[in-house]
């Protein structure tokens, strides 16, 4: 809430738009506004985060230690990786920015991590941890 009441000082605000959630920072043009929609996305991402340690997604059952913070990250890098479109930064690395270029890295990572326990057959007698 802060960087979006901070406004067009703080450069993380979106670029000008005609939707309906655009803002006006101040400077008469109606912009994403990029804050709120990282709110949003959060929020989103904790209650998905509360109901698979609750047991009530499949993927997580018998899921290693760390698995849930792995996919919060691979969440949040996808989102950044995205949400960086719309924001007013140059985008010098094939378009993308140095924080895109960070969540694609961060992704290639988490990737291999996620990928090695959700695609991975349960041992036989093995107790789940979930």
């Known amino acids: 809430m802060g960087c979006f009441l901070t406004g067009l000082p703080d450069h993380t605000y979106g670029t000008p738009t005609g939707w309906m959630t655009g803002v006006d920072f101040g400077d008469g043009i109606p912009r994403h506004p990029a804050q709120l929609y990282e709110i949003a996305f959060l929020l989103l991402l904790g209650v998905l985060v509360v109901k698979a340690r609750q047991g009530k997604l499949a993927l997580y059952k018998g899921a290693p ?42 992704l290639v990572y988490y990737s291999f991590l996620v990928r090695r326990w959700a695609f991975a057959k349960p041992l036989e007698g093995k107790e789940s941890h979930a």
């Open 65 to 106: 230690e760390g698995a849930l913070f792995q996919t919060f990250m691979a969440g949040y890098l996808l989102f950044r990786l995205v949400i960086d479109f719309i924001k007013p930064t140059l985008h010098p690395y094939l378009g993308l920015n140095n924080v895109q270029v960070a969540c694609l890295l961060g």
